[in-house]
């Protein structure tokens, strides 16, 4: 598998990804608002495309079929001067991954997996795509090399604001030259 060069950062993308309840979403729009670019949430337009609650649409499909769905929905973005939060399953599916890092880096928002198991008890209702018998500690493991594998850089957000999460992932990507510097 070869990938495209990265587009300039003019016209690229900025993909988070990581576990529920990792921050992606509330980095994605703070992130976007300070670039002054658009920010897209994946999991929004999974919802907006079937009509119903991301957690209903998981409920309703089995693990394969939502992943599946999650794939076709996020290889079809199509942006620029984007910041993408995607659903922490995004990473089951090659076909999703590739085109994510054609559009630019990808991020994974690196958080212990206490905190995660605290967010997610906190909101029931999240669209979790886990399978019967499945746990959240064997998620979190299974899901972590994924993201590892995936990811253009790790930050992690442990103890950080998410002001300072944000700073943290501008600093990073200014140090790999990915944006410039402000």
């Known amino acids: 598998m070869q990938l495209l060069p990265p587009p300039a950062h003019e016209e690229l993308c900025i993909t988070l990804i990581g576990m529920p309840g990792a921050g992606k979403s509330t980095l994605g729009s703070l992130l976007a608002r300070h670039l002054q670019w658009a920010f897209v949430d994946t999991d929004l337009l999974i919802e907006a495309a079937y009509g119903a609650e991301l957690q209903s649409i998981t409920n309703a499909m089995s693990k394969e ?21 995607t659903g922490g399953s995004v990473v089951y599916r090659a076909q999703a991954m590739e085109h994510l890092r054609a559009l630019g880096p990808v991020l994974y928002l690196h958080v ?5 198991e605290e967010r997610v008890a906190r909101n029931p209702e999240r669209g979790l795509a886990i399978a019967p018998g499945q746990t959240l500690t064997h998620l979190y493991e299974e899901r972590r090399a994924l993201y590892e594998h995936y990811a253009t850089l790790s930050i992690s957000t442990e103890n950080l604001t998410p002001q300072e999460s944000m700073q943290a992932v501008l600093n990073a990507l200014q140090k790999q030259h990915i944006l410039p510097q402000r």
């Open 65 to 85: 079929d939502f992943l599946n769905v999650e794939a076709s929905v996020v290889s079809s973005v199509r942006a620029h001067r984007t910041v993408l939060a």
């Open 112 to 116: 212990p997996f206490a905190l995660i």
